[in-house]
């Protein structure tokens, strides 16, 4: 098996943040006075939380890393304001006049000090509503190492004073959507140490409009929502369905720890984030089909008033549209 047939995760998992400079925060709207900042905007949820809040009027601004040279991205643009969650001074300004937060982060070593951060620098600035992005099955004892930090990171927040909510999404439906096909091997196959696990995955447009809803709501402080879609499936169901929308046989092929670490090893990821990955899909294997990870919640419909996608909506959503265009260039050809 080539190294590099095995992708993965969850969306916080998919990419890794960078150790930014310690620039000087800039501001490129310093005369608007907002109200809610999106921590975690270059993410899939992050962006649809920011369109979704606009589009009820609300002030945002979005916290961005420094661009590297050469590098295209949201910085410096409206409505932006670049930081670095290991800069504790550069969250203090991009806080100021804020009154409501949404916190979400990329894995990497230092992610429980960046969370940390964060929430100190929310205390520091009188921030009245911090809604975290933490993990399903968030546990400060677990084996997993993303688990343990998110659990850590949970129990931090419910103890800074910081008035809170937490939204724990499941697996990502976009892993599945966007991530899988460009893994296949020539014969269709995607590989991964999932086992028979089943995941209630969810659908990042979900668990946006879950923290649309909390950030402007009035009812949940203090609360803690597991987020997921309505419908456990396995790696196998999810390759069926994959296959489906790409108009050829897709296949799970299950593998063991030694060769996906292996595998991600050659693909050029760090011994760190590729260990927490071995370890998160342990933890899938240990839930297993009846586990937390498993378990469906009501909290989309519940909150938001409408049901969560499935999976056969997120594949349609993000294949089909490619799939016409590509159709309709090869027409013009």
Same mark, same amino acid.
């Given at each position: ?56 009027? $609300? ?11 050469? $590098? ?262």
């Amino acid at each position: 098996m080539k190294a590099d047939r095995i992708r993965f995760m969850h969306e916080s998992q998919f990419r890794e943040l960078p150790a930014a400079p310690r620039a000087a925060v800039q501001f490129t709207r310093p005369e608007e006075a907002y109200m809610i900042l999106v921590i975690g905007g270059g993410s899939r949820t992050g962006r649809e939380l920011a369109r979704l809040l606009r589009g009820r009027g $609300e002030k945002v601004r979005m916290l961005t890393r420094p661009k590297k040279a050469g $590098e295209a991205g949201e910085a410096g643009e409206p409505g932006t304001v670049v930081g670095d969650l290991a800069s504790p001074a550069s969250l203090d300004a991009a806080m100021a006049g804020v009154t409501r937060v949404f916190l979400l982060s990329s894995p990497a070593h230092d992610e429980g000090a960046w969370h940390r951060n964060a929430i100190d620098a929310a205390a520091r600035a009188g921030v009245r509503h911090l809604v975290r992005s933490s993990i399903l099955g968030a546990d400060a004892h677990s084996k997993a190492r993303f688990i343990r930090h998110h659990g850590e990171s949970d129990d931090y927040l419910r103890a800074s004073g910081v008035p809170f909510t937490v939204i724990r999404p499941n697996f990502y439906m976009h892993n599945v959507t966007a991530g899988w096909a460009p893994a296949l091997d020539p014969r269709g196959n995607y590989y991964a140490p999932a086992g028979d696990a089943l995941l209630s995955m969810v659908d990042a447009r979900d668990v946006a409009a879950v923290a649309a809803a909390v950030l402007t709501g009035r009812r949940h402080a203090g609360k803690t929502y597991d987020v997921t879609g309505p419908a456990p499936v396995s790696h196998a169901q999810a390759c069926e369905k994959l296959g489906e929308r790409l108009g050829r046989p897709v296949r799970y092929v299950p593998v063991d720890d030694d060769t996906a670490r292996s595998a991600m090893l050659g693909a050029g990821l760090n011994t760190w984030f590729t260990d927490a990955l071995v370890e998160l899909y342990q933890d899938y294997r240990r839930s297993g089909a009846d586990g937390y990870a498993a378990r469906v919640h009501g909290a989309v419909h519940e909150i938001t008033g409408r049901p969560a996608r499935t999976l056969d909506q997120a594949l349609d959503d993000e294949l089909r549209p490619a799939a016409a265009a590509s159709s309709a260039g090869a027409g013009k050809r």
